[in-house]
T-cell receptor, first 116, second 115 residues
Framework: DAGITQSPRHKVTETGTPVTLRCHQT?????MYWYRQDPGHGLRLIHY???????DKGEVSDGYSVSRSKTEDFLLTLESATSSQTSVYFC???????????????FGPGTRLTVL | AQSVTQPDIHITVSEGASLELRCNYS??????LFWYVQSPGQGLQLLLK??????LVQGIKGFEAEFKRSQSSFNLRKPSVHWSDAAEYFC?????????????FGAGTRLAVHP
């Protein structure tokens, strides 16, 4: 299994509080991604990173920010959590390069976030 | 626009029966295609992938998928389902516009297996 950990694994918080989720990889992969998973929607990309300090928005980025100060860590921050951000959050990594093998993404175990 | 459709939200099969999960995509060029499986409370695990060559692809756990360009489909099959196959299955297409190995995922098909 790819070396990807997410912390915390579960979190309950209140509306309006800031929340930071951490993704840590030991694979030295260049690309990292944050997704949210909601019933009926599959996985939707929130933000991604293509290198240290290089990040960009995905399709559902409103209300989220990210940072990547080291290759191995990718942080997702909810500046002021809302109930609509209750979800399961997955981190994924991918190696840079050409070809289908490089396009494969490896996933972490997920973080279940509940915003009350 | 690039998209992935999994028409079946839930499927129930009996153990030992055959299985086919449907995936249709919209993509401007030849896509990379993937099937992932998610067991309850777990992350996603890659079952198989396709880019070129033989249109019938073999994966792990006895799964296979067939790419049909004329139908824009990449259906997942298994000849005999085991109770442990109960999970959610996601089809994905890439690379998404803008590169960086981004993928588009379908909404998923939840598989239940009856004994």
């Amino acid at each position: 299994d790819a070396g990807i950990t997410q912390s915390p694994r579960h979190k309950v918080t209140e509306t309006g509080t800031p929340v930071t989720l951490r993704c840590h990889q030991t694979e030295n992969h260049r690309y990292m991604y944050w997704y949210r998973q909601d019933p009926g929607h599959g996985l939707r990309l929130i933000h991604y990173s293509y290198g240290v300090k290089d990040t960009d928005k995905g399709e559902v980025s409103d209300g989220y920010s990210v940072s990547r100060s080291k290759t191995e860590d990718f942080l997702l921050t909810l500046e002021s959590a809302t109930s609509s951000q209750t979800s399961v959050y997955f981190c994924a990594i991918s190696e840079s390069g050409q070809g289908v093998s490089y396009n494969e993404q490896f996933f972490g175990p997920g973080t279940r976030l509940t915003v009350l | 626009a690039q998209s992935v459709t999994q028409p079946d939200i839930h499927i129930t099969v009996s153990e030992g029966a055959s299985l086919e999960l449907r995936c249709n995509y919209s993509y401007g060029a030849t896509p990379y295609l993937f099937w992932y499986v998610q067991s309850p409370g777990q992350g996603l695990q890659l079952l198989l992938k396709y880019f070129s060559g033989d249109t019938l692809v073999q994966g792990i756990k006895g799964f296979e998928a067939e790419f049909k360009r004329s139908q824009s489909s990449f259906n997942l099959r298994k000849p005999s389902v085991h109770w442990s196959d109960a999970a959610e299955y996601f089809c994905a297409v890439g690379p998404f516009s803008g590169g960086y190995n981004k993928l588009i995922f379908g909404a998923g098909t939840r598989l239940a297996v009856h004994p």
